[in-house]
């Protein structure tokens, strides 16, 4: 055995111990689905940007760095930028009335808001964008197993989804809290330290600069579409509501969200320039996605080899988790407590919530076999969320005049259009214009 392959099953029994060690207070569905409401700015904070900085924002950030030099920013800035909508305006509005009637999910709020119907409906699709992006993660678990140890993508995939569905199946948001904290450490060290010696190993800036100028860039219309897609996604995302739900009062939230946003919009930078750096260093490699796992294996001296291995693991497991919170919390509340069993008692609810936990990862990792890559695998869900629940949430909080059966043609047109079109752009308008033509 590796000395890399230790340090990622030493790391991964730390996270399931500290997970088992949580769940002790997990008494109730409350501290399972929204950490008992008492998670303070730093921990919502570190939360949200555990869950921010996955795969998409390391793995495929890089890629896009590789293949597209700076513009590769808007990946992360983008989410930056809806992170800082969310905690100034939807956030402290939502969370307020959230705490008022004891909501848990997003569902609750568009049932409380429209009704039965129209939590359906945005729970079936949020089912289907969940696990995509649960798939995308997952991919991104197995190719750093596939370079580390030379693991098939499918036993990286499984292993993935054994590791996360332990941990957040005992503890919930309020295990994945305590646990993204020690990953949001490991990742943002490592991160740090792997910029400035990567640019030493490729010899620096003016070594950098003619791949930097032989790189094309996203233009404008990729960057407009990037950005059309996860400005939205992440105002509006229900996997960030439901764990700024579990803020204790309304100053956490505009604090511990605007942390994150500013988190974001820095470390928006250090993928694109190690995208950069494995350009120069690596022109020919058969998958873009392969440029992180290679600079920090073949750049990095061992020591910080080993860190952001750890880093980039942390970085893939703790987004993992978040999209698990947010599968299993809607399949036990807006399907099970709802549709299937309204008489459910708290225990019961407990239970639905670990095992559609479990549920949800097993059919991720059987997802993530089939799906080919991380990007296409984010743009589904992020589009879904976007496009889908955008004008639903955002109207529906500011304004009583739309209905539920306006709210369910909007989702159904702005779906629609999007798949026609190909354009997430056209479908958000439309969903908007039909929210609040009078």
């Not at 994150?260 to 919009?265: E, K, M, R, T, V």
């Not at 879904?384 to 159904?412: E, H, K």
Request: net charge positive; proline share 4%.
């Amino acid at each position: 055995m590796n000395l890399q392959l230790t340090i990622l099953i030493l790391y991964s029994a730390l996270f399931i111990a500290i997970g088992f060690f949580i769940s002790r207070k997990v008494r109730k569905a409350d501290d399972f689905l929204v950490a008992g409401r008492r998670l303070g700015p730093g921990l919502l904070a570190t939360t949200f940007l555990a869950a921010n900085i996955g795969a998409g924002s390391t793995v495929g950030a890089t890629g896009l760095g590789y293949a597209f030099g700076w513009s590769a920013w808007w990946w992360v800035g983008s989410a930056g930028i809806g992170s800082f909508i969310l905690a100034n305006t939807v956030g402290p509005k939502i969370w307020s009335l959230a705490a008022k009637n004891g909501w848990r999910t997003v569902g609750d709020f568009l049932d409380h808001r429209y009704n039965r119907s129209v939590r359906g409906l945005i729970a079936i699709l949020l089912w289907m964008g969940a696990l995509m992006i649960l798939a995308g993660q997952l991919i991104a678990i197995s190719q750093i197993l596939e370079i580390v140890v030379g693991l098939p993508k499918w036993q990286g995939c499984l292993i993935g989804g054994i590791v996360v569905s332990s941990y957040f199946a005992a503890g919930g948001l309020l295990g994945s809290a305590w646990v993204n904290l020690i990953q949001f450490t490991v990742k943002f060290t490592g991160f740090v330290l792997a910029v400035p010696f990567g640019l030493a190993a490729a010899g620096g800036w003016h070594a950098l600069e003619p791949t930097m100028e032989a790189l094309p860039g996203l233009g404008a219309r990729g960057i407009l579409s990037y950005a059309s897609i996860l400005v939205p996604s992440f105002i509006i995302s229900p996997g960030l509501i439901q764990k700024l739900y579990g803020a204790r009062d309304e100053r956490t939230v505009r604090e511990g969200v605007n942390w994150n946003a500013a988190g974001l919009l820095l470390f928006a930078f250090a993928p694109a320039i190690l995208g950069i750096i494995a350009r120069a260093q690596y022109p020919n490699l058969s998958n873009r996605e392969l440029a992180l796992p290679m600079v920090m294996t073949k750049l990095m001296p061992p020591w910080l080899g080993l860190l952001t291995l750890a880093a980039v693991f942390s970085a893939e497991i703790s987004a993992s988790d978040a999209i698990l919170f947010m599968l299993s919390s809607s399949l036990s509340v807006d399907l099970y407590k709802t549709f299937l069993r309204p008489a459910a008692s708290d225990r019961d609810l407990l239970f639905a919530g670990r095992v559609a936990a479990v549920a949800g990862a097993s059919l991720g990792v059987l997802l993530a076999m089939a799906l080919p890559s991380i990007i296409s695998a984010l743009q589904i869900f992020y589009t879904l969320m976007a496009v889908a629940l955008s004008a639903p949430l955002i109207v529906g909080l500011y304004s009583r005049r739309p209905t539920a059966a306006r709210a369910i043609v909007a989702i159904i047109i702005s779906v629609g259009l999007t798949a026609a079109t190909g354009s997430s752009v056209i479908g958000i308008l439309a969903a908007f214009v039909i929210m609040i033509t009078p």
